[in-house]
């Protein structure tokens, strides 16, 4: 069930929420945000391979993209997309 948006999304939120305080300790928030799409990425890129050329590429990247806003949660990236907290 890995090969799935909701398989693909809970899998990214899994690691990066396990792994993000190795990211924090080195680099600013938003580089979180920039760690869980290369992870999205990666697992689309191994688990649901979406064709072959440029097209399968760009399906997998708009993919990743969407995995990102949903596992990180969408609203707080576009209100505050370089992760400033006040």
Same mark, same amino acid.
């Given at each position: 069930?890995?090969? @799935?948006?909701?398989?693909? @999304?809970?899998?990214?939120?899994?690691?990066?929420?396990?792994?993000?305080?190795?990211?924090?300790?080195? +680099?600013?928030? %938003?580089?979180?945000?920039? %760690?869980?799409?290369?992870?999205?990425?990666?697992?689309?890129?191994?688990?649901?391979?979406?064709?072959?050329?440029?097209?399968?590429?760009?399906?997998?990247?708009?993919?990743?993209?969407?995995? @990102?806003?949903?596992?990180?949660?969408?609203?707080?990236? +576009?209100?505050?997309?370089?992760?400033?907290?006040?």
């Amino acid at each position: 069930m890995l090969a @799935t948006f909701a398989g693909i @999304t809970t899998v990214t939120a899994l690691i990066v929420q396990f792994t993000k305080g190795l990211v924090k300790k080195q +680099f600013d928030d %938003y580089v979180v945000r920039i %760690y869980a799409f290369i992870v999205a990425l990666v697992l689309n890129f191994i688990f649901a391979p979406a064709g072959s050329g440029i097209q399968g590429v760009a399906l997998i990247v708009l993919n990743s993209v969407l995995v @990102t806003l949903t596992a990180m949660g969408g609203y707080e990236a +576009f209100t505050d997309p370089l992760a400033k907290k006040e």
